[in-house]
């Protein structure tokens, strides 16, 4: 046996190199005093995210204010009086942090539940912030209630396995590794990472595309485009403003990459001796035929995740708004069947840009062009 | 013995490949034994899996297997680690 280790390859031969500087951005909440001064800069491309951020957090603590309040003046009355006076509960996350301590035995044990306080353990903290950062993002933006549009509890797994460098939904819960201390770092680092698994859960209650072919890599895609959502949501940052790439901070430093896709550029997130060189295609011309992962399930989201780029910074301002509103109505519109390919998805996508904002407006025109840019021509809806 | 994994899938949809062999080695009859019980409890062909799980390919001597995260066996998971850890890498 040898001692060389090179354990990871791509499957697809490495290209002209163009290493790529590792470019670490941590995405944290931006503290308020920093939103405050953005608030007040001259330039609207600053001050308009942060004034959004502030207000939202306002009317956020309003909420909480008042659910306080209800809370209290409930407390005689009971909850079940409560919700017989016709008084809608408040929606709220119902999170479960779980440690698999290294083992493959899921749920594993309990360490935080709802409200509770922060732990001395990293990882459990961010997995319990990125689920309530995801939860925010589709109540506040889409007004769905959890995963199932129902109040679904949310689960999560973390330091699943030995050396796990990966993150999974099965089914019912998001199941995230420490990395394998290689390649990869700790699978809670990125929030787009946490928002990419808890959509997979939504994608399952609504669309439920079949995870092969092209319906997979819709799967993916979708999972791509909201994670980025929820990312660039609590930054407030405009399409263009935005990074557009999908686990930033997964690498370690002896990667060559600075993500693992990139939804702006796909093909270009890492160009690496060992992992090989980003293998996701941005148009038709260049779709992969494999048989490995579901058909290349992760490869081919480049060109849906593409296109939804395209149409993000085409019509300007904040993704989440009309682009996100379009593939958050095309996921939920009970019109796409389980094997829908991507001609089928762009159709759906046609049609709900003209059922929210009109037959032949700005926005069908957008949606039309960027499936056109990546070489996808609808079918019809 | 020769024992190759192949793992694919996974939240980077990278593929891994590694190959043991069992010769000369003190654990040889051990490792024999898992690849047996992970050939059985395998399945014939590759299967859907859970989004973002890994999928694994397990070839030995006595034939091919597929398995996927997160519901590998005891032997399988095993193998699977032992492959990778002490394994040398080719590239098909
Ligand atoms: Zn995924």
């Known amino acids: 046996m040898t001692l060389c280790h090179v354990p990871y390859m ?31 800069s001259g330039d609207p491309a600053l001050y308009e995210p942060a004034r959004r951020t502030l207000e939202r957090d306002a009317l956020q603590r309003t909420r909480r204010r008042i659910t306080t309040v209800r809370m209290a003046a409930g ?22 942090i779980f440690d698999a301590g290294q ?39 889409f007004s769905r209630y959890s995963i199932d549009d129902a109040g679904m509890p949310l689960d999560a797994t973390v330091h699943y396995g030995r050396d796990y460098g990966n993150a999974f939904w099965d089914g019912e819960r998001m199941v995230f590794g420490d990395g394998d201390g290689e390649v990869f770092r700790d699978f809670t680092l990125p929030v787009d990472v946490i928002g990419h698994e808890l959509t997979h859960g939504v994608t399952q209650h609504t669309a439920n595309l079949a995870y092969f072919g092209q319906s997979g890599a819709l799967n993916e895609s979708l999972s791509d485009v909201f994670g980025s959502l929820i990312k660039q949501y609590g930054l ?45 295609p941005a148009t038709m011309e260049d779709y992969v035929h494999t048989g490995s992962d579901n058909g290349g399930v992760h490869i081919n989201s480049g060109i849906p995740n593409h296109a939804f780029y395209r149409l993000a910074t085409e019509l300007g301002g904040h993704a989440w708004e009309r682009a996100g509103q379009i593939w958050y109505d095309t996921l939920t519109s009970g019109s796409l069947s389980p094997d829908a390919d991507f001609a089928a998805f762009a159709g759906a996508t046609v049609a709900a840009a003209a059922g929210r904002y009109g037959e032949g407006g700005a926005e069908q025109e957008a949606v039309l062009k960027s499936w056109s840019l990546v070489g996808v021509t609808p079918a019809d809806a | 013995m020769r024992i190759t994994v192949t793992r694919t899938g996974g939240f980077g949809g990278l593929t891994r490949r590694a190959t043991l062999r069992t010769d000369g080695r003190p654990d040889a009859a051990e490792l024999a034994a898992l690849a047996r019980s992970a050939l059985a409890e395998g399945r014939a062909e590759p299967s859907t899996g859970v989004p973002d799980g890994f999928h694994y390919e397990i070839e030995t001597d006595d034939g091919t297997t597929y398995c996927a995260d997160p519901r590998l066996t005891e032997a399988q998971s095993a193998l699977i680690g032992k492959v990778f850890r002490e394994g040398g890498t080719d590239r098909g």
């Open chain 1, 10 to 40: 791509n499957a697809h031969s490495a290209h002209t190199c163009c290493p790529r500087s590792v470019n670490v951005v941590f995405c944290t909440i931006v503290p308020p005093h920093l939103l405050d001064h953005l608030s007040r």
């Open chain 1, 75 to 96: 407390t005689g009355a009971g909850p079940a009086a409560e919700e017989t006076a016709g008084e809608p509960a408040e929606k709220k996350p119902r999170r479960t």
């Open chain 1, 103 to 141: 083992s493959e035995q899921l749920p594993g044990e309990k360490v935080r539940s709802e409200g509770e306080e922060p732990v001395d353990d990293a990882s459990v903290n961010r997995a319990y912030a990125g689920l309530g950062a995801t939860f925010d993002l589709y109540l506040s933006v």
């Open chain 1, 236 to 280: 407030g940052q405009t399409a263009d403003a935005a990074d557009w790439l999908i686990g930033d901070t997964l690498f370690t430093d002896r990667v060559e990459g600075t993500a693992l896709r990139s939804m702006k550029a796909p093909g270009t997130a890492y160009d690496d001796d060992v992992l090989g060189k980003d293998p996701q």
